[in-house]
């Protein structure tokens, strides 16, 4: 349930609101001139962090079910891209893999990520072409 991942970001993001209390308690008692605001102001800073410190740590490796959800979502919608990913020539590659000429499917062409598709040379002469992510 609790990752190391989860509480080491935890620990950091405590030491983080420990140092900004520290950095505002030392600010509040060297501008504030009057010892009760000094007092009141630097008491309710305390306060404030620890339980912005106490809410963190209760909420640790607790997820709300919506969260669930989404990340099955994700992997669907990723499954469908790959089933009916089409672009245009020129246009960068998103998805590695072997793509047909919508026009010509017997042009094929093998890509890589980030890799510019080429015209198709189909009819034996280079044409803009929606190139198709076979399966």
Aim: hydrophobic share 40%; proline share 6%.
């Amino acid at each position: 349930m609790n990752t190391h991942h989860e509480k080491e970001r935890v620990r950091k993001t405590t030491l983080v609101y420990l140092v900004v209390m520290a950095l505002v308690v030392i600010l509040i008692l060297i501008a504030v001139p009057n010892p009760t605001f000094k007092a009141v102001a630097s008491i309710l800073v305390v306060l404030v962090c620890a339980i912005a410190i106490i809410i963190q740590w209760m909420l640790l490796g607790k997820r709300p079910e919506e969260d669930k959800k989404p990340v099955q979502q994700t992997q669907n919608v990723e499954q469908q891209k790959a089933e009916r990913v089409s672009t245009q020539t020129g246009a960068p590659c998103e998805v590695s893999g072997q793509y047909h000429c919508s026009e010509h499917p017997e042009r094929k062409v093998s890509m890589e990520e980030g890799k510019r598709f080429p015209p198709c040379r189909g009819d034996n002469k280079g044409h803009s072409a929606t190139w198709i992510l076979e399966a």
